[in-house]
């Protein structure tokens, strides 16, 4: 009877443990992926505004890809591998859209037997396995903006 009370406890303490840890980590994945979002934000902002000035799609997206390294440099976000796609549509026209997409593999500091990861890929977010043994997530963040060649004036 003395014993069963310290187990309980035991027991008790060891979830709240492992719901705190995961709740961290949960925590610092949504982090990474602001910092994954706000790059690709960028880089999508950076490739429309390029194209306001001198029209070429292939200057807008040079700036996009230099402007997504950049603000990767400032952010820096943890990723074990990122990549970044950059396209647009309807020839670099006015009305066409212009995306960014940025992936992240990021490696979860915590994540017993694989619980975490396999409540991200419920959620959508893919895991990959081919980086390790588990632990190890792809954040992934796309940015779509309208292609406007000249801004309204107004008086």
Known sequence: MRGQASVEFALIVAIIVALGLTSLV???????????????????????????????AG?????????????YNDLQPKCIRWSTSISYSGGYNRGGMFSVIVTCDYRLPYDPAGVISQLAS????????SLGSG???RLTARHY?????????FP
């Open 135 to 137: 632990g190890v997530i």
């Open 59 to 71: 200057i807008a997206v040079a700036n996009a890809r230099r402007w997504a390294n950049i603000v």
């Open 145 to 153: 903006f309208r292609i406007q060649k000249h801004k309204a004036r």
């Open 26 to 56: 949960i925590g610092g994945v949504f982090i990474e992926y602001l910092k994954i979002d706000a790059i690709a934000r960028e880089a999508a902002r950076v490739g429309v505004e390029a194209g306001k000035k001198d029209g070429t």
């Open 122 to 129: 419920f959620s959508g977010v893919p895991s990959t396995s």
